[in-house]
């Protein structure tokens, strides 16, 4: 099958936060937005078909999730991680961060030190202050070549000074696009037992991994500690279909699942949007898979071109190459700018709205976050507009 990414849908007047909200946060009017990550591109046909027939029935009441739903979670994740899982551990809510605060209220209480990776997808710093517990920073470091690492002496350091009980892991890593390897996985998991700290584990974009690199499930790498792994997927970031809101949490342990559901049900939530199960059921289908891999092979060559771009014209920014997602973490700190500065002259010279870099932490001063997520004609009208600002 053939897959035009290529197409420009108009976004305008379409309600978009991304396209839609420029002026409400005082944001030029004419800016060019690759800021929020969701993608520009229409979602495979097949869910876009599930959506219409279920659309077609034409009655909306309320829902639960059937065998079939499970079975297509279940053909997903046996077939592209090898991961089974049986069906009553899934827990189904209103989206990720949803979930990742129904954990932080179910696993801990206010004033818990809670430890994080920065520069970090920054609603998880968030979840974690507007629930009164403490953020623990591990700071990620770089490599010569501009590739972030882990800092293990640190991380367990952290543990044991601040008595930290739960770590946040982001895997694949949003912002800087790390796709942890077995080894560090392994460590992590090691140090976590050391001292018998529950593992939040976001795995949101576990589906959009590049050639050459491969996706490790925690709870498949580390089946011996899973009852102490608590993991978020969903196939919104993977088939642009995060404004049905729904994500599956795999909880294996009774306990921690008891205790989440029980939040859940404290919280008002409960079953989730009878559109949201049939988009996702459609999409963890075989045709989704082929939609999917084609969309990664052109995410790849947009990440490719960016990189080339920005060598050939704009040499004093560097892009540091990602494993995987759709956002590209782009280096700004040679032309020494304020964090304030970098920002205003991206939107008022450049006319390009990004992710200012120091909303990810502190480690993400001279960053900015770039959305890969397009057709190639916008992101050459990106790249044009900072070459003309920064070249």
């Known amino acids: ?41 229409k979602a495979p046909d097949c869910v876009l078909e599930a959506l219409h027939q279920r ?10 999730p059937g065998n079939e739903y499970f079975e297509a979670m279940k053909g997903w994740f046996g077939n592209r991680f090898g991961y089974e899982f049986d069906p009553g551990w899934v827990c189904l809510a209103p989206g990720v961060v949803v979930a990742f605060c129904v954990a932080l209220r179910a696993y801990t209480k206010p004033g818990d030190a809670i430890i994080i990776q920065e520069p970090l997808y920054h609603p998880i710093k968030r979840s974690i202050l507007a ?5 623990v920073i591990n700071n990620l470091l770089q490599r010569e070549g501009g590739s972030y690492h882990i800092d293990f002496a640190d991380f ?29 996985l392994r460590q992590l998991v090691d140090i976590c037992k050391a001292h018998d700290v529950l593992i939040l584990s976001d795995e949101i974009w576990c589906d959009l991994v590049f050639p050459g690199h491969t996706q490790h499930l925690l709870p ?24 049905l809101l729904l994500s599956n949490t795999f909880i294996s342990d009774e306990g921690l699942r008891s205790a989440f559901t029980k939040e859940l049900s404290a919280a008002g939530i409960g079953q989730p949007s009878s559109l949201a199960m049939h988009a996702t059921r459609a999409a963890y289908s075989s045709d989704g898979a082929l939609w999917l891999d084609a969309l990664l092979q052109y995410i ?18 560097r ?16 032309l020494g ?8 002259k991206t939107l008022h010279d450049a006319k390009v709205w990004l992710n200012r870099g120091d909303m990810f932490g502190d480690a993400g001063a001279g960053f900015q976050r770039v959305n890969a997520a397009c057709p190639r004609t916008t992101l050459v009208d990106c790249m044009e507009r900072l070459a003309k600002a920064f070249g």
């Open 300 to 317: 790849s060559a947009n990440m490719g071109f960016i990189d080339s771009y920005l060598q050939e014209h704009i040499p004093n920014i």
């Open 220 to 243: 498949k790498l580390a089946p011996d500690y899973r009852h102490r792994i608590v993991t978020f997927t969903s196939a919104s970031k993977t088939f642009n279909i995060a404004d």
């Open 319 to 334: 892009m540091i190459k990602p494993d995987g997602t759709y956002v590209a973490w782009l280096d700004f700190r040679q």
């Open 337 to 344: 700018l304020s964090a304030d500065e970098l920002d205003h």
């Open 1 to 41: 099958m053939e897959y035009n990414f290529d197409r420009v849908i108009e976004r305008r007047n379409t309600q978009s936060d991304k396209y839609d909200s420029a002026v409400s946060k005082g944001k030029p009017a004419d800016v060019l937005p690759l800021w929020i990550a969701d993608m520009d591109f």
């Open 156 to 184: 367990e350091k952290q543990i044991i000074d601040n008595n930290v009980k739960t770590f946040v892991l982001c895997n694949p890593h949003n912002p800087v696009g790390r796709v942890w390897s077995e080894d560090e």
């Open 55 to 64: 659309v077609g029935h034409g009655i909306f009441g309320y829902s639960r």
């Open 131 to 135: 629930n009164a517990r403490k953020p």
